[in-house]
């Protein structure tokens, strides 16, 4: 399986003061990722709006941005990694938007909501 994860859907999903400080809840998450990649043979990316600024980096992950950063740029990074797979049905989508969510299964991809996907990983 291929995860491909909306990050700040994630993020969000706790009210720790994450918007205090977006970079560092990004670090959290990518850590968060990295611990549960570890012990799975699943391909994991996690998709974020934007370039993190500075970068981060991951040998176990992929850390994705969409092209051109906007609001929902993440949402259509994502499709477009869905639409361009060669098997999207080996796709989990883990997110809280409902749009998102409609527009990868209508390409065969399955969906997490995030509220359960974060609580996998903590």
Same mark, same amino acid.
């Given at each position: /399986?291929?995860?491909l994860? !909306? %990050? /700040?859907n994630?993020?969000?999903?706790? *009210?720790?003061? &994450?918007?205090?400080?977006?970079?560092?809840? /990004?670090v959290?998450? =990518?850590?968060?990722?990295?611990? &549960?990649?570890?012990g799975?043979? @699943? !391909?994991?990316?996690?998709?974020?709006?934007?370039? *993190?600024? *500075?970068?981060?980096r991951?040998?176990?992950?992929?850390? %994705?941005?969409a092209?051109?950063a906007?609001?929902?740029?993440?949402? @259509?990074?994502? =499709?477009r990694?869905?639409?361009a797979? *060669?098997q999207?049905?080996?796709?989990?989508v883990?997110?809280? @938007?409902?749009?998102?969510? !409609?527009?990868?299964?209508?390409? %065969?991809?399955?969906?997490?909501?995030?509220?359960?996907?974060?609580?996998?990983i @903590?």
């Open positions: /399986m291929r995860w994860i !909306d %990050g /700040m994630v993020i969000g999903t706790r *009210p720790d003061g &994450w918007w205090k400080d977006r970079h560092g809840a /990004m959290r998450l =990518v850590n968060l990722l990295e611990r &549960w990649a570890s799975e043979s @699943d !391909d994991v990316t996690v998709v974020f709006e934007k370039p *993190p600024s *500075p970068p981060i991951s040998s176990v992950i992929e850390v %994705g941005f092209r051109r906007r609001a929902n740029s993440a949402d @259509d990074e994502i =499709v990694r869905v639409v797979d *060669p999207p049905r080996e796709v989990r883990v997110t809280s @938007d409902h749009w998102l969510a !409609d527009r990868v299964r209508a390409e %065969g991809a399955t969906v997490e909501g995030a509220e359960s996907f974060r609580s996998r @903590d």
